[in-house]
């Protein structure tokens, strides 16, 4: 990754999720109790997976937030099988659904109108994904992605692939909860605080 080129993105027109931010930021709770069943999760890439995971971990019913790199799922006339900078997301759906964390990664998380990059990071590993487990969720995107074009609410079309999961594979502690640990950093200051300050 080239952090040197830090520079603050595009702005992009936001639609803030109301009652979303929770303002202690850090490492979340357990995923479930002994006798709780697992959550459920999600696999988003959006770009850096250290601004997507500053935003998710001050989101409300989120549990867990892992940083990795996500491979899509090889399949009839699919994309690319390029791993992409992605989060792993645990929630609680009775606090937060999957709408409402799809609602916050097109709104505040990234800019899912940019090809093959966010801001100043270039490359496929850059690009936007949401990946999908089934029909169900495959039609929740494709819908919310619709009425987004529909609504004209981004300036250019949304080029956000949505795919099956091949794979996922957490980076190692180094790169986990960054943003917070460094907040200071410059590219953290120039291209992730804001998007903080736009979920709040």
Same mark, same amino acid.
């Given at each position: 990754m080239n952090r040197s080129l830090a520079r603050p993105g595009a702005a992009i027109a936001l639609v803030i999720v109301a009652g979303a931010f929770a303002p202690v930021p850090g490492r979340a709770q357990a995923v479930h109790g002994a006798s709780s069943p697992p959550r459920p999760m999600l696999v988003l890439a959006g770009g850096c997976y250290?601004?997507?995971e500053s935003v998710y971990r001050h989101v409300r019913g989120v549990t867990a937030v892992t940083s990795g790199y996500a491979i899509p799922a090889r399949g009839p006339g699919g994309g690319s099988a390029a791993p992409a900078e992605a989060v792993r997301i645990v929630y609680d759906p009775a606090v937060i659904s999957y709408r409402r964390i799809l609602d916050l990664f097109f709104s505040v998380a990234h800019d899912p109108t940019e090809? !093959? &990059?966010q801001g100043p990071d270039v490359g496929a590993e850059y &690009?936007? *994904?949401v990946f999908v487990d089934g029909d169900r969720q495959r039609s929740v995107v494709r819908s919310l992605i619709d009425s987004l074009t529909a609504a004209h609410v981004f300036p250019r079309p *949304? @080029?956000?692939e949505i795919a099956a999961l091949g794979s996922f594979e957490a980076v190692d502690a180094s790169q986990q909860d960054y @943003? @917070? &640990?460094?907040? !200071? !950093?410059p590219y953290i200051v120039a291209n992730d605080v804001p998007k903080i300050t736009a979920l709040r």
């Open positions: 250290w601004g997507m090809v !093959d &990059r &690009r936007s *994904i *949304i @080029a956000t @943003a @917070a &640990r460094h907040p !200071d !950093d």
